[in-house]
């Protein structure tokens, strides 16, 4: 108690209670993720930045004062892993700029195509989100993707980081629906040539993954020896340059995979060529802990799905996370759903009922994606000197009688008016 009082009357003493934009939230149950909850506390936002966190700060000249008695103060919700600004109405084509032309596309930007103007980020952002991953998908190697801000009228000033992370969709070799073939005659194999067959084409694609990454570094090296003046400019090549930092293993790669032997192929893949993995989705991470530890990869897991083997528990999919958790592997609980992205505390939720803590749920929504992507200086948790992306609640962010009051975007409050709230008020009165 007293180093952390010690800590505190520092921390204040560092700060200058007059300077900039300044607002004090006074009297609320302050979550900080990284420590212990202090149960009545004052949070003071000044330029953007916390500036101080304790009981009876004195608010600065001009400040304005909130009072948040009774209600519960958490860092912003961030989902790692999104298409969020990239898909508007998944049924509607002409709403979604996921995916390019053509199956490897390293230079495709995801924070270029984001709309800031989406409904889709008011309604995640009221339910506490203050930052997604926002992430192209489709092909073998998709694109890079930002880690973007849920506030913003550009997509530039939605960036918080670019690029965050490479997205490769792992080859199983496994092939996927071809609606012509559906009204095709069957071809009849046996279960042996089937295997053999998905071996095979799964070893294309990954020899054809391995040249690109070998490109890209010739490439890189082909510049620094021209930009040294040992040789001259190699030709223009906009994906090799964007692919050569994933390839010196600078850009974490995230690599889709659910199955098991997907994962562990996606993990010896990345040892092979010096890339630093990040699997997303990993359905049955929890058989793979082993190699996950060994290898130091992080996962980006969806809670709510279904289990992939029919012999597999009913709850393999909601224990997963608690198996990684286990095993000291750290992860993320993701949605990986634009749409649903408002749902992300329900996820952990879900996580939480199967047996996960409930400090580790709310870990696996706020820094643990934060540090999974580099920017746990900054956000994910509520400390002197980092971004006030925050939100306030009336009780536990995964308890769906909860209700967000106040959410805070780079210390700038935001409005919590959604597509839903206008509908609401406009047809609530009909006759």
């Known amino acids: 108690m007293k180093r952390a009082l010690t800590s505190l009357l520092l921390a204040l003493a560092a700060v200058p209670l007059s300077a900039g934009e300044a607002t004090l939230l006074r009297g609320g149950r302050v979550v900080p993720v990284s420590g212990p909850a202090l149960e009545k506390g004052d949070v003071l936002i ?37 298409t969020l600004g990239l898909t508007e109405i998944s049924s509607v084509a002409g709403s979604v700029d996921v995916a390019e032309t053509g199956d490897v596309n390293p230079h495709a930007k995801a924070w270029i195509a984001v709309h800031p103007h989406s409904d889709l980020i008011p309604v995640a952002r009221a339910a506490g989100l203050t930052h997604v991953l926002s992430a192209p998908g489709g092909g073998l190697v998709s694109g890079q993707s930002a880690l973007i801000r849920l506030a913003g009228s550009t997509p530039a000033s939605l960036v918080a980081k670019a690029p965050a992370a490479m997205h490769v ?18 071809e009849l194999k046996t279960f042996d040539e089937r295997q053999k067959e998905r071996r095979k084409n799964q070893d294309k694609a990954l020899a054809r993954l391995a040249e690109l990454l070998a490109r890209a570094k010739a490439h890189a090296a082909a ?95 909601y224990t997963n ?7 000291g592997v750290p992860f993320a609980i993701v949605t990986n759903d634009p749409s ?92």
């Not at 793979?288 to 279904?306: F, H, I, M, S, Y």
Request: aromatic letters at 6%.
């Open 340 to 431: 649903n992205a408002r749902n992300l505390p329900f996820e952990a939720a879900m996580a939480r009922a199967f047996g996960l803590p409930a400090e580790a749920a709310l870990r696996a929504i706020t820094l643990s994606p934060a540090e999974i992507f580099g920017v746990a200086d900054s956000l994910g948790s509520l400390e002197v000197g980092k971004s006030a992306s925050l939100f306030v609640a009336s009780g536990d962010p995964m308890d769906h009688r909860t209700t967000v009051s106040h959410v805070f975007v780079d210390g700038v409050e935001q409005s919590l008016e959604t597509r839903h709230t206008r509908l609401y008020r406009q047809f609530k009165d009909r006759p």
């Open 223 to 317: 510049q620094a020896a021209a930009t040294a003046g040992q040789a001259a400019a190699p030709e223009l090549d906009l994906a090799m340059e964007a692919l050569a930092p994933a390839a010196r293993g600078e850009v974490p790669v995230v690599f889709r995979a659910d199955a098991e032997d997907d994962i562990r192929g996606a993990l010896a893949f990345a040892a092979r060529h010096g890339l630093k993995p990040i699997v997303a989705g990993g359905l049955e991470a929890w058989r793979c802990t082993d190699e996950l530890k060994a290898k130091g990869a992080a996962v980006l897991a969806n809670v709510d799905r279904l289990p992939r083997r029919e012999g597999d528990a009913y709850d393999a999919a």
């Open 321 to 327: 996370v608690l198996a990684l958790h286990r095993a």
């Open 169 to 186: 969709v792992y080859p199983s070799g496994r092939g996927g629906f071809d609606l012509a073939q559906m009204f095709a005659e069957p």
């Open 46 to 82: 000044v330029d953007g930045r916390i500036a101080a966190i304790g009981a009876s700060i004195a608010a600065p000249a001009g400040a304005r004062v909130v009072d948040v008695a009774g209600r519960h103060v958490y860092p912003g919700l961030i989902d790692g892993l999104n």
